[in-house]
């Protein structure tokens, strides 16, 4: 029978396991065995806790997706200054947060998107995710600009922080955070000059 409250920290193994596994071998030959060695833990652990790998790399994900909700809030509550400015640029910050952008996090999102194409539960993810995102910006714009603007600049900045982090994370190189922050400003600065008074 297993300690009572083992469960959170073999989860929280296995995801870490998962992510190592990914950025170690990719997805594909991440298996279940080398997931439980690098853990140090049984294949049927895994098969407890998760089920199959799918269940595995769902976990996973929603980990990666806790990880950044929790980058942008807190960069949000950080901000003196509760203007569009402030808020869209803890959002754009967030998701180029270390948290996300480190090689492990990048090929398992990778993964995860080209799995999500076939699994119903992660393209349900998925949608989650990029909807959580455009919300959030369209939020924001919607502040001082007419809903369809606002709406084509939430869209606009979310394909951009996204197209940003693909490059990076396909280009093999340490991501640059400072060149995808200064790219990403540019266009929210495009943006906040169409204001109307």
């Excluded at 996973?60 to 909700?69: D, E, F, I, P, V």
């Excluded at 606002?150 to 982090?165: C, E, K, N, S, V």
């Amino acid at each position: 029978m297993p300690k009572v409250g083992m469960q959170p920290i073999r989860r929280s193994q296995l995801i870490q396991a998962t992510l190592d596994a990914v950025d170690q071998v990719g997805m594909n030959d991440a298996s279940i065995a080398l997931i439980a060695r690098l853990a140090g833990v049984s294949t049927g652990i895994i098969s407890h806790y998760f089920q199959d790998k799918n269940g595995l790399l769902e976990a996973t994900m929603r980990h990666l997706m806790a990880a950044l909700r929790h980058a942008v809030r807190e960069r949000q509550r950080a901000q003196l200054d509760d203007s569009v400015r402030c808020q869209v640029r803890a959002i754009i910050e967030g998701n180029f947060d270390a948290s996300q952008v480190n090689g492990a996090a990048m090929k398992t999102w990778l993964a995860f998107w080209a799995t999500s194409m076939h699994q119903p539960a992660l393209r349900r993810l998925q949608r989650i995710n990029d909807h959580r995102l455009y919300a959030n910006l369209c939020c924001q714009f919607r502040r001082i600009l007419p809903t369809t603007q606002a709406r084509t600049a939430a869209r606009g900045l979310a394909a951009l922080i996204d197209g940003l982090w693909l490059r990076g994370a396909l280009s093999g190189a340490q991501f640059d955070t400072e060149q995808a922050l200064t790219i990403a400003y540019d266009y929210l600065e495009q943006h906040l000059t169409q204001q109307t008074p």
